[in-house]
């Protein structure tokens, strides 16, 4: 089975999973190309994405889908989802059990995707990953796991909020090509493995 069949598959089962908190709202499980070597990662639906079924298509996606195209990428080559794939009600921060609830399949959706680069947008989905990190310190920084590299950055929509985290949002941004271009030979480096039970290691390429 390849890989947008697997994730059809992986869809579906969500779909069908009535164990699962926020079934009041559309299921927006992502989109992209899922050969992709870089996911996008937020937190969960606002109201236009349970609209529209579709990951980052209001405001803070458009920022986000311009800046991919202002690295000459298409929006089309990436992958692009949440954490949680329901949109909470009233746009509130998603709960802890909310995300727990969600997680095996995120897990499951990436372990089929197998990109080099999951790009965490926002202090959920940088924490989901790195539970001690701080997004302002944080961001812009490599972290290096077994099978990926870990890149957090702003959420658009605080880029949106804030001139400052704008200019840090598309200053990191900017970096991402290079990023890709040097993510093999850093997940190939010997002797800087991160086993799972290890805190995984901050890669500086400039």
Same mark, same amino acid.
Request: proline residues 7%; neutral net charge; charged residues 35%.
């Given at each position: ?43 969960? #639906?606002?109201? %236009?994405? +349970? ?11 458009? &920022?986000? /889908? =311009? ?20 949109? #909470?009600?009233? %746009?509130? +921060? ?11 399949? &995120?897990? /499951? =959706? ?20 790195? #539970? ?16 990926? &590299? ?57």
């Amino acid at each position: 089975m390849d890989k947008a069949s697997e994730l059809k598959k992986l869809e579906q089962e969500i779909a069908a999973d009535n164990t699962l908190p926020l079934r009041e709202a559309n299921l927006v499980f992502g989109e992209g190309n899922p050969e992709s070597e870089t996911v996008f990662i937020g937190e969960a #639906p606002g109201k %236009n994405e +349970d609209e529209q079924k579709r990951p980052f298509v209001g405001r803070a996606g458009q &920022l986000l /889908r =311009q800046c991919i195209r202002d690295i000459n990428w298409k929006e089309e080559d990436v992958y692009i989802t949440n954490i949680v794939k329901r949109r #909470p009600p009233e %746009n509130r +921060d998603p709960l802890p059990n909310e995300i727990e609830s969600y997680k095996p399949y &995120l897990t /499951r =959706q990436l372990a089929i995707i197998k990109p080099k680069i999951i790009v965490a947008l926002g202090r959920f989905s940088m924490n989901y990953f790195l #539970p001690d990190a701080k997004i302002s310190r944080d961001h812009g920084k490599i972290f290096r796991f077994n099978d990926f &590299l870990l890149y957090p950055i702003y959420h658009p929509a605080a880029a949106l909020r804030s001139t400052q985290m704008k200019e840090e949002f598309e200053k990191n941004f900017k970096e991402l090509p290079q990023i890709l271009e040097k993510a093999g030979n850093l997940l190939a480096e010997r002797g800087t493995e991160t086993r799972k039970e290890e805190k995984p290691t901050q890669k500086k390429l400039f």
